[in-house]
């Protein structure tokens, strides 16, 4: 979630991100570094736009039927739903990736996409674009990701003002995707 966060900060008064966790608080990451959640999942205003992240703690809540039930209800509003990484296991297992094509990291990838079933999985793909929903691959491709929803939101020159800010090299191309190749998956 960090790479696609430090872009819409940089358009604050487009965007507002409002972190979640099972309660509000420090909520451990997988870099060992605690990411502050603003609010409880249960507590979660509905939101314009849904960015699942991924990372280990996707494994468990793939399972966890009571967050997969929340998470449907309440990104069912959103104008766009979104993940980084295996953040797309956790939607596909939730059924908010059914009828769509979608994306995760390649080196999760069949972890990412044995979950839940009726989506059209894209194994070469920084990231995939499909209606309203937009979905990437690792860490880096999260970015470029979101780079890409800020231009289509609000244009290229927004979207390029905030590359610029944190010093962004964006790959532009969503089938620019070396490792697929490199993980064994075309």
């Not at 991924?54 to 069912?76: E, K, N, P, Y």
């Not at 070469?124 to 231009?151: C, I, K, N, P, Q």
Request: proline residues 3%.
């Amino acid at each position: 979630m960090f790479g696609p966060v430090e872009l819409f900060s940089r358009v604050a008064d487009r965007l507002t991100v409002t972190s979640l966790g099972p309660a509000a608080g420090p909520v451990a990451s997988s870099q060992g570094a605690a990411v502050v959640a603003d609010a409880a999942w249960a507590d979660a205003g509905r939101p314009d736009i849904v960015l699942v992240p991924g990372g280990m703690g996707t494994r468990g809540l793939v399972s966890d039927d009571a967050f997969l039930a929340w998470l449907r209800d309440w990104a069912a509003g959103a104008a766009l739903v979104t993940s980084v990484c295996t953040g797309s296991g956790v939607l596909s297992a939730a059924g908010l990736l059914d009828g769509y094509r979608a994306t995760s990291n390649k080196r999760a990838f069949a972890w990412a996409s044995g979950q839940g079933t009726g989506v059209e999985w894209v194994a070469e793909a920084r990231w995939v674009h499909d209606r309203d929903r937009w979905t990437s691959s690792g860490v880096a491709a999260g970015t470029d990701m979101a780079f890409a929803l800020l231009a289509d939101l609000f244009g290229e020159a927004v979207a390029q003002e905030a590359a610029d800010g944190i010093e962004l090299e964006v790959q532009r191309d969503p089938a620019h995707d070396r490792f697929a190749a490199l993980n064994g998956l075309v």
